[in-house]
């Protein structure tokens, strides 16, 4: 946790202003994630309260286990029963038949590698998760103006919220399709080597396609709200240096004791100039003004002197700094080898889904289901792309932050201290795609690009088959 000068040399947990605009700390950021990675059964090894009896925790954990292993080959098995699907929908030349079946093939593959991948690291992630948990800054430097990061505590847990349901929904309605029609029929239609329609066998069977697609619902959904959540928290703790190194002359004044008087001219001057307000200083969070007359009541005694403030405060920058590095490169080393499956996964399945589409049957049912996952595997591409993005161009702002304030003036033995710091912060923060790639806009437009390539070509061996016949 934050050491007692970020806050003042007082509490961590004080209130700036009233409680509607500084809602206290959050004892756990991750509550809701940990809780959904459980439910999905990529959380093998849960984190299980202490009171509970020695054998309760043996049973529990037992448990976890054979349901990530569940997870894991209920995926797998129909990956490897839609690969033969496809291959014996090869000697027809039928692409529409080839192309249905390659897509749930890939879908179903990639859903099994995800499962694998989070179990395999659920360890590391959840020392990661706690390590965030427990260093990250709540509010900016003591100063005339602070940002508070509950706002992105509370819109990171909304939209895991949404994107979770979004996910399940669309792959539950593929799934209960037969149902709602009355068919005596599987929502997948793939090979088996017994007759799957059989009265005896047909429910479970079904029970097993079903589960199946929830499974591709809460791995499709994983990924991409905890990269979600944890490139906002990143942005967010970006959001709490800026305004840190805005408010470093602020802070050395409101610790030495400065008059009232002369900290709201300077509270002013930070919240209403022009030059230290423009459009988009923060990515996330929104900047506040210091209730002083209740904060210089507060704060500790005896004051030290303003350029042992200044530097102090600065030291505490680049702590915070040191933490935003450590966090931006482990969420580059648990993300890289995803994010190059997903990517090579969303462009191969975009090309799929668009050619069965535009060039399979038209029932209502069959267009719906299709349009549910082109619109989810676009929103997925465009959450990691957007979010790398933000992450590069927010990064390098450390300088137009610090001179927003005027530490210069009180502060001349710390401009070594200051070039330092401003030269190692010029470094942009990247998330790849096995090191291959780097998630921006730029790797958007390419997938898209390559999706359209590949679908040219197909529609081209269709028409090319269908003028043969003819």
Avoid at 42 to 51: A, D, E, K, V
Avoid at 65 to 74: E, F, Y
Avoid at 94 to 101: Q, Y
Avoid at 344 to 364: D, H, K, Y
Wanted: with cysteine.
């Amino acid at each position: 946790m934050a050491s007692l000068q970020f806050h003042g040399g007082i509490d961590a947990n004080i209130g700036y202003a009233g409680r509607d605009k500084d809602v206290g700390r959050v004892s756990q950021l991750f509550g809701l994630h940990l809780k959904l990675q459980m439910l999905s059964g990529l959380l093998p090894i849960p984190q299980l309260s202490q009171s509970l009896p020695q054998w309760l925790q043996l049973v529990l954990k037992q448990l976890a286990r054979l349901h990530s292993l569940l997870v894991i080959v209920i995926p797998l098995h129909l990956g490897l029963l839609f690969s033969k699907t496809t291959l014996d929908a090869l000697p027809t030349g039928d692409l529409e038949d080839i192309t249905d079946a390659l897509t749930m093939t890939v879908i179903y593959f990639f859903t099994a590698y995800a499962c694998i991948y989070w179990c395999v690291r659920c360890r590391r992630l959840l020392s990661y998760l706690n390590y965030i948990n427990r260093e990250y800054r709540h509010h900016s430097l003591a100063g005339v103006s602070f940002v508070n990061c509950y706002t992105t505590y509370r819109w990171a847990n909304n939209f895991t919220a949404i994107w979770v349901g979004a996910c399940l929904t669309g792959v539950t309605f593929w799934g209960i399709t037969p149902l709602v029609l009355g068919r005596h029929a599987l929502p997948l239609h793939c090979w088996y080597p017994f007759d799957a329609l059989a009265n005896p066998i047909y429910p479970f069977v079904y029970a097993i396609q079903l589960y199946g697609q929830i499974i591709v619902g809460t791995s499709f959904s994983y990924g991409g709200y905890m990269f979600v959540t944890l490139s906002l928290l990143l942005l967010a703790q970006f959001d709490v240096l800026y305004c840190s190194l805005k408010n470093l002359d602020a802070h050395a004044r409101l610790l030495s004791g400065e008059s009232l008087q002369t900290l709201g001219a300077l509270q002013c001057e930070l919240l209403l100039d022009d030059a230290n307000c423009e459009l988009g200083q923060y990515a996330m969070l929104e900047e506040h003004a210091t209730d002083l007359q209740c904060y210089t009541f507060k704060r500790l005694r005896p004051s030290p002197s303003l350029k042992s403030a200044a530097h102090s405060g600065l030291v505490e920058c680049v702590r915070l700094h040191r933490f935003i590095l450590k966090f931006a490169a482990e969420l580059e080393q648990l993300f890289s080898p995803y994010c190059l499956c997903k990517s090579l996964q969303i462009t191969v399945q975009l090309c799929l889904l668009v050619f069965v589409g535009v060039s399979g049957s038209r029932e209502v049912v069959r267009v719906i289901n299709q349009l549910q996952y082109l619109g989810l595997t676009l929103f997925e591409l465009l959450m990691f792309t957007y979010c790398g993005e933000q992450l590069r161009r927010h990064s390098v702002r450390v300088g137009d932050a610090f001179f927003r304030g005027s530490w210069w003036l009180h502060a001349p033995q710390m401009r070594k201290d200051v070039l330092i710091f401003l030269a190692n912060s010029r470094r942009a923060v990247e998330v790849t795609a096995g090191k291959f790639y780097v998630m921006d806009v730029n790797r958007l437009r390419s997938v898209i690009t390559q999706a359209f390539s590949f679908l040219t070509l197909l529609q081209k061996l269709d028409a090319k088959k269908a003028a043969t016949e003819s």
